[in-house]
Nanobody, 124 residues
Framework: QVQLVESGGGLVQAGGSLRLSCAAS????????MGWFRRVPGKEREFVAA????????YYADSVKGRFTISKNSGENTGYLQMNSLKPEDTALYYC?????????????????WGQGTQVTVSS
């Protein structure tokens, strides 16, 4: 059974940084893609970034490009989201997700497994 556990969220001032982690277990992820999404109450989950597990190709939402970096440690089955220059509008519940397949996807329906989320709050 696939499990995804996020950590690293918290409260930070605008302009600060946080690094989120996603520990994955339960299968081989070599033919998978990991994505990060976020959700603000009352809104749909929004795509943030994704990485192909094999090869490391990445893709970002325009709103975070240049500020966020997605990465992975294949040996530890852990994905990361480094978030710099944080803004109050980045405040959200952040989820990691995994989809079976190497095509990077931006829609939440394309992902098969989800973590429980970690809260990020950016104060102004």
């Amino acid at each position: 059974q696939v499990q995804l556990v996020e950590s690293g969220g918290g409260l930070v001032q605008a302009g600060g940084s946080l690094r989120l982690s996603c520990a994955a277990s339960g299968r081989s992820f070599s033919s998978c893609t990991m994505g990060w999404f976020r959700r603000v109450p009352g809104k749909e989950r929004e795509f943030v970034a994704a990485i192909r597990w094999s090869g490391g190709n990445t893709y970002y939402a325009d709103s975070v490009k240049g500020r966020f970096t997605i990465s992975k440690n294949s040996g530890e089955n852990t994905g990361y989201l480094q978030m710099n220059s944080l803004k109050p509008e980045d405040t959200a519940l952040y989820y990691c997700a995994v989809r079976q397949g190497i095509t990077i996807a931006r829609t939440q329906s394309a992902y098969d497994y989800w973590g429980q989320g970690t809260q990020v709050t950016v104060s102004s």
